[in-house]
DNA sequence: CAGCTGACAAATATTGAAATCTGTCACCTG
DNA sequence: CAGGTGACAGATTTCAATATTTGTCAGCTG
């Protein structure tokens, strides 16, 4: 398309393959159709990412980056640590919602992508229990938690949640009465957070 | 093989196909071959089964029914209802972890049924938070967990435990930490029913 | 000479013709 | 005549030929 311009950078190139990715989905988007999106040839696009698979990691890292950083906020405030954490995993489970009934063709192709990366999920999982720990911790510091080891209890608490943020429960999300379940898993849990 | 002898029933038919299952996997195991296996005529099996997907829908019940069987005792005991609940999941994530690792092509070979058949799924899940709602019931009866509506607890409880019984965590129970993980949601739970 | 190109070999995906399977049903047979 | 058969039409799967894609690299170009 556009014949030349901007020097061809990392960032651009995975932008090009964002929109590529959501034009033709996971199975058709090639690296060819990325390099002419970008009007370079693929030659190019292989000089930033190794492989296609590096291509794709570095897409899927920087969509599940987005959504720790719109969560970090709420870690960082300083109110009642159990409403933060209420706070976090409704935000949590919204913005997935959000993404999964907005497009979902293009959060079918991020499960995809979440599939084919196991170790940027692994990470991504990391960095949230990590803010999940700080929560705790704070908690545990204002005497309104009861926790041996907050980093145990902050994962303890993410897998009991997982309804509600694992991707492999998208078609839940819809179902009518989901609310009410997210409500009586979150009470259930936090009641047991309580000194 | 066995070229007559009793008469064909559903039950036979049903044996036939769980083992050509296991052996061909759910993508090759087709109708004539469950017919070749029990010496009939595909047409036969259709005499009991109206389609293919009804055969392995029952396939699959049975399946799933086998593990609810297992799990009622514990519900029907009358100890420490706490005590009952945690055996219950305990002999839930242990049957399933075994399953799991002992045959994991039979597992996967589970895993695409219940895929297809989510009706028998549903009714399964329906199933055991009923057993749940009888334990969470009866603590509430004897004054040890708090509960407004134990229906919606147990079910609360179940969605909770998820990453123990879900098949879709099947990756996950084989992990070195998995039994700490379980016991901090477990014990993160039960703490949470507690009056 | 840094950055890009495009021809190329090997790996992977697509395609369409042939083979197999599903589900039906008129007709056997003990 | 209850229970079973097997030929059949349409749907689905397989398989091998064909086309596309990935990843490399010698060389072009601004």
Known sequence: MAPTSEPLTAARILE?????LRRHGPAKATVVDVARALGVSHGSVYRHFRTKAALREAVTERWLDRTSASLSGIV???GDPEARLRTWFTTLFEAKRHKAGDDPELFATYMVLIGEHSAV?????????GQLTTIVEDGVRRGVFASASPAVTARAVFDATGRFHDPCYV???EQPGIDDEFEAVVGLVLRGLRV
């Open 16 to 20: 090009a393959t964002e929109e590529v």
């Open 76 to 78: 960082a405030e300083d």
């Open 121 to 129: 999920v692994d990470r991504h999982i990391a960095d949230l229990t």
């Open 171 to 173: 078609r839940d999300w």
